[in-house]
């Protein structure tokens, strides 16, 4: 984070400055996917912001906003911006669209809708994710509507649902420390921030597994475990020892690619915490990216053990963090806001989002049900972020695909469409968050009229189901009415006032147990999630060597530093500081392939091939490549983005994607190009 505020100068008027209204000082809250959630807030004078910063009084940011934030307001008044409601007129991705009124589309959307429905409303699908995280603006009038309807459900696991049940198999529930207490930690073990950390140890991608387990091994050898913590609050120890035994240290530096000493002193340290007075213990801090592989939510099973077996959660400052928001399972009123009995005890099918490729694909069989006939967009741009994009785009283009997108601007999957609506930012609606980071209930307030025609999310919804004919008192609720009843337990004028309500939970949450579990106890295993082991990626030397052969490059794709997943690539600021799409590696591999800084390479597996430019660094351990990403695909080099060479493949828990459980070769791109 950067703490920065950004500055609009206010208008001139000929009347003079008698003539502005006052100044407002509006709460607001960052919608976007980060743990943060940053408390905002925004000055406004004649429905123009003049000044937009992080809160400085919120305990967890301080004040501080990130760069694409704090730059917010390029979005709202961007000159790109879809301000109308658009009808297509060309061939799908073409982008060519017509202004029509809001009637015009939303009739025409019904009256399809409507067609489709009374021959199976399962041939209808929502997709949304977190473009917006807002509780009003993510899934509470779009979640009635489409249960009113009998939609088909949407799986949305394309970002965190394999950690997610990792942590439940073993804590019960998405919950960890205190992110500020890592300040009282005495070692720290993250998968991120490697270029500030004392040590970064670059494990080879999906084996996150295996040095968990060999750090319990040499725990165990070395009796550096908190005997009556586990005796108290684990089960299964005997299981975990009987996994861990095999896995020395020698055995997971060969499967990590590391150095034997580097893990040497990782155990030493770790198990040194044991030893500790409690003021400086031991934190993990887990990302999202190390679930992204086949094994992913074993991984987290094994990894969230280790605090448990030094007793690191007796202690503010020790234990983990993957998710904070199981925190907010008992205050958030999901049932209200989503109405799943709206369904009235109609079963319904549920596809999975990062399968969208195949399954806009696939023909009506029994199995799968009826073909998707028309497809629902809002808070994603799957054409852009769903893996092997060649499929979702051949999906997405079936002309007899009815696509409607609410969106900002004209996205990739934007110009798919057959329907574009203008649906409002931050800046313009009501919503309350909470976040999976911290443990603050975080209010958002419209500071701005929506700009152009632009309507919210809900309203959206709500102007949906009227011309469906649902007549059921809940799609009356406006914005407000739903931000209000989003939580319980919260007083709604003290965090209007506030900006932020903090929810009351332990500085050292499991020091004497209480995990969310039946038992209170974390567990090892059970008879629903069996016994956590490493899983090897799918496509690996091991796992595929014939594969491997071919491409003998892992890749992992994480996000660009100024982008967040597709969302403020289109801002030019922050695009400028990106650059181009880039893919980074290692000196060795690029000299063994004779490419240099700055060329234009490709990307390439029997999948699809990616256009970008190179980028020699260290940055790149020996043997794997890092695809930054997510560009739109328009804006990339050649018309596509790094998932053009993912895949579809699921995790071993939560089905999640398996981005970096990936096997590519780089190459000259204009040498490739040629020879075909």
């Not at 089960?235 to 530096?253: I, S």
């Not at 043997?623 to 053009?644: D, M, S, Y």
Request: charged share 25%; net charge negative; with cysteine.
């Amino acid at each position: 984070m950067t703490s920065s505020a950004a500055r609009v100068d206010a208008p001139s008027t000929a009347d003079g400055p008698s003539a502005l209204k006052p100044l407002r000082e509006v709460r607001a809250a960052c919608p976007h996917d980060c743990p943060d959630t940053c408390a905002i807030r925004v000055t406004v004078q004649d429905d123009r912001v003049l000044k937009l910063q992080g809160d400085p009084n919120h305990p967890m940011t301080h004040g501080a906003l990130c760069t694409k934030v704090s730059r917010y307001v390029e979005r709202v008044e961007h000159a790109d911006r879809v301000l109308g409601p658009l009808r297509r007129v060309g061939p799908k991705g073409s982008g060519q669209f017509v202004a029509v009124s809001w009637d015009e589309a939303l009739d025409e959307i019904a009256t399809r809708l409507k067609a489709i429905a009374a021959r199976d409303p399962q041939a209808i699908l929502p997709y949304s994710y977190a473009g917006t995280m807002g509780l009003v603006q993510g899934e509470s009038m779009a979640a009635r509507f489409f249960h009113r309807l009998g939609a088909s459900l949407l799986d949305r696991t394309i970002c965190a649902s394999a950690g997610a049940a990792g942590l439940t198999a073993t804590y019960g529930g998405k919950v960890g420390m205190h992110t500020e207490h890592f300040a009282q930690s005495k070692l720290i073990l993250r998968t991120e921030t490697a270029d500030k950390c004392h040590r970064h140890l670059a494990i080879r991608p999906g084996t996150d597994g295996a040095l968990a387990l060999a750090l319990a091994r040499e725990l165990i050898v070395r009796d550096e475990l908190d005997h009556a913590y586990i005796r108290e609050h684990l089960e299964g120890f005997e299981v975990l020892r009987d996994r861990a035994m095999p896995w020395t240290l020698e055995r997971a530096a060969a499967e990590c690619g590391v150095a034997l000493e580097d893990l040497r002193e990782l155990a030493r340290d770790y198990g040194a915490a044991r030893h500790g007075t409690g003021a400086a213990p031991a934190a993990i801090r887990l990302n999202y990216g190390m679930q992204r592989v086949h094994g992913g939510g074993n991984a987290v099973r094994l990894v969230a053990l280790l605090p448990c077996l030094i007793g690191a959660w007796r202690h503010a400052g020790g234990g983990m963090l993957l998710s904070s928001s199981g925190w907010f399972a008992p205050v958030r009123r999901d049932q209200w806001l989503q109405r799943p009995d709206l369904l009235a005890g109609r079963r319904t099918r549920t596809i999975n989002m990062s399968t969208i490729g195949d399954d806009l694909l696939r023909p009506a069989d029994p199995e799968f049900g009826p073909r998707i006939e028309a497809i629902v967009v809002y808070n994603s741009n799957p054409v852009a972020v769903a893996p092997e994009s060649s499929k979702v785009v051949r999906g997405f283009q079936r002309e007899d695909l009815f696509t409607v997108v609410l969106e900002h601007f004209l996205t990739d999957t934007a110009d798919q469409a057959d329907y574009v609506l203008p649906a409002t930012t931050q800046l313009e609606h009501w919503d309350v968050h909470t976040s999976y980071g911290h443990t603050d209930v975080v209010i958002n307030e419209p500071a701005l009229r929506p700009r152009g025609q632009a309507r919210s999310n809900a309203q959206i919804f709500r102007d949906l189901a009227q011309r469906m004919g649902f007549d059921d008192p809940c799609f009356q609720d406006d914005d407000e009415t739903l931000a209000r009843g989003a939580v319980r337990g919260i007083d709604f004028a003290a965090l209007r006032q506030q900006g932020w309500q903090a929810l009351e939970v332990a500085d050292a949450p499991f020091a004497q147990g209480g995990f969310p579990t039946p038992s209170g106890r974390a567990r090892v295993a059970s008879a629903e999630w069996g016994v956590p082991d490493y899983i090897p990626n799918h496509e690996s030397a091991a796992s595929t060597p014939e594969l491997a052969q071919r491409y003998p490059l892992a890749m992992i794709s994480p996000p660009a530093r100024n982008f967040l997943n597709s969302t403020f690539v289109n801002v030019r600021s922050l695009r400028d500081i990106e650059g181009e799409p880039l893919v980074e590696m290692h000196p060795d591999d690029a000299a063994a392939r004779s490419l240099l800084d700055g060329q234009t390479v490709c990307v390439f597996n029997d999948r699809g091939r990616y256009h970008c430019r190179l980028r020699v660094s260290t940055r790149a351990r020996p043997g794997v490549v890092n695809g930054l990403g997510i560009w739109w695909r328009k804006l990339g080099l050649r018309g596509t983005n790094v998932n053009e060479v993912t895949h579809q493949r699921l995790t071993d828990l939560g089905r999640a994607p398996t981005f970096y459980d990936c096997l590519v070769e780089v190459g000259p791109g204009d040498a490739l190009d040629a020879a075909d």
